[in-house]
Each structure stands twice: as structure tokens, then as C-alpha cells.
């Protein structure tokens, strides 16, 4: 069983900021580059960022560039992503997901995800 395992979500207010990690379930998920998606009611899936374990690479949603930071700790087997200026329509239920490809903001090419941790932004 593969298992990813996301942690930190919460209520916050309009301009605060909020942290998430990504527990992977062994160190050989250090190979894999990692992503993180939401889903807000209503809303399909929509891709946040995604970085390349193995590397350096990152990739963001135009809707979170500047705002949100992807980070990795190879050592820990965690991803992170840390949110900033929150906004009311950050809300959503933020997916932590496993990739045997590159850096890719495609779902389809995600091999693993995790169950999901709410995210709740006040106005």
C-alpha cells in the first residue's frame, strides 16, 4: 500500500497564512516529484504547485504564484506548502499527490494521492 499522508490544515482568516505537509509512507517516495491540489465545492480539481524531489524544479498555479511556496525536505520524505495572503477562495480540501513523472501540473500523470486536508479561509 502506498500512502501519502497531508497534515496542517485548518481555519485561518483573510491574510494569514497557513502551512501543509506531506508525509510520504517510505524513502523511496524521495524519488518522486510531488504536487499539491484543491478541490472547493463545487469546483473540479485544480492544480497548486508541484516540485521535482529529485530536483529543483517547481511549478504554480497562476492563481497561488506569489502567494504559496512548494519546499521539500528529502531527508524527512516531506513536502510542503506553505500559503501566504490566504484568501477566501483558497477554501478548498488541499490533495497531496505522487508522481513517477517530471514536474507536471497534469492529474492523470499522478501515480498516488492522499486523502486531503481541509483548508478554510475566512473573510
Known amino acids: 500500500q502506498v500512502q501519502l499522508a497531508e497534515s496542517g490544515g485548518g481555519l485561518v482568516q483573510a491574510g494569514g497564512s497557513l502551512g501543509l505537509s506531506c508525509a510520504t509512507s517510505?524513502?523511496?517516495?524521495?524519488?518522486?516529484?510531488m504536487g499539491w491540489f484543491r478541490q472547493a465545492p463545487g469546483k473540479e480539481r485544480e492544480f497548486v504547485a508541484a516540485i521535482s524531489w529529485g530536483g529543483g524544479s517547481t511549478v504554480y498555479a497562476d492563481s497561488v504564484k506569489g502567494r504559496f511556496t512548494i519546499s521539500r525536505d528529502n531527508a524527512k520524505n516531506t513536502v510542503y506548502l506553505q500559503m501566504n495572503s490566504l484568501k477566501p477562495e483558497d477554501t478548498a480540501v488541499y490533495y497531496c499527490?505522487?508522481?513517477?513523472?517530471?514536474?507536471?501540473?497534469?492529474?492523470?500523470?499522478?501515480?498516488?494521492w492522499g486523502q486531503g486536508t481541509q483548508v478554510t479561509v475566512s473573510s
Open positions: 517510505r524513502r523511496t517516495f524521495r524519488s518522486y516529484a
Open positions: 499527490a505522487a508522481s513517477a513523472h517530471e514536474v507536471t501540473s497534469t492529474p492523470i500523470l499522478y501515480d498516488y
